[in-house]
């Protein structure tokens, strides 16, 4: 480090000057950079193997999505049965609707499907979409 | 008592009864045990803090250790605008930790084990998503129950299940801190009293109840393990269902 080896800073070499300077702040910051990346790449090896651990913790996800998706439909369902007295109807449609949307959380926990906030906002639809208008 | 794997799990009063409105108020163990996880929580990072150290000592870098897994949890999953998220997400992270932590310890309350503390916390969470996602977008925030691509005849359906996933997010969360608390306990509770029945039995009852021993060993590790990955997911669910209010277009 304190080895005086200039790099390309030769030119106008006065030994304390402003260009010396400059080379080493770029010099420091480019090793820093360096550093930085090797960091985040050993960083990476930890997360993928407590990626077992994590693993037990994404079983009891995707679970307790599913329960859950299921459970909350048919408590909706059973909720407008009994506001509108079809007993039996409703409950078995959101029963069915719950269980879709169990599979689809599960999916998205899973990372199968893309997750439903990429609709909204400023990016465009995709070219199949030809019949949404409210786009702006 | 000593074979009923639910007597942890209630609840009683510390104090005489008093009622606010109809309602009871009374200091109950429950309460009891968040007071101390959040003295807990509060003393321990202070005591991490008092110091300052440039090179920390021990407690510092347990602290500093917990302070940067949060923040780079947040930073990771919402990005650098998440930065306002990180009290709440921190908060969260440590009450649920704490309290998972506190009850692994034998004759403390488990906070967590009852489904109204969670129910609350998730509900709150999910809440919070909806405030910052009509804040921050308005009404164009409900195209999130809207999918792109769809034919018209069957997007009622399509909206229909989105919005129910969407509503089972606070009971899906909720409910796995809570289930896993719960079973968690009693699981190791029948197991303990396995070892003390059997062994009550002689000879060979105290040889067979060896194998339960061994049981209960083997499942404190893993509720340690379970305490903590449940505080994880609590946390890392709270930034994923942020993002979709903070980051819509991604």
Partial sequence: MASPQKGKGQPQDDPAGMGDLSERLKDLSGRIQAEKAEYAETRKLPETSMGDATGYAKGYRLVSEFVAGTLVGGLIGYGLDYLFGTMPILFIVFLLLGFGAGILNMARAANRVAPAQDRVGSNPPPPAALDDEEED | MANDPIHQFQIHDLTEKFNIGGYDFSFTNSALFMGAIVAVITGFLLLASSKRALVPGKTQSVGELWYEFVHNM??????????KFFPLVFSLFSFVLVANMLGMFPYFFTVTSHVIVTASLAVFVVALVVVVGL???GLGWFKLFVPHGVPLLILP???LIEIISFLSRPVSLGLRLFG????????????????VTLGALGIGGV????????????????????AFLQAFVFAILTCVYLNDALHPGH
Avoid at chain 2, 74 to 83: A, D, F, I, M, N
């Fill in chain 2, 180 to 195: 896993n608390m719960l079973a968690g306990h009693i699981v190791l509770k029948v197991f303990a009293g396995f070892v």
């Fill in chain 2, 207 to 226: 040889l067979g109840a060896i194998a339960p021993l061994a049981m209960a060993v083997a499942l404190t590790a893993l509720e340690f393990l379970v």
């Fill in chain 2, 157 to 159: 359906f399509i909206s």
């Fill in chain 2, 135 to 137: 804040w921050k977008h």
């Fill in chain 2, 74 to 83: 947040v930073r990771q999953v919402l990005g650098p605008e998440g930065k």
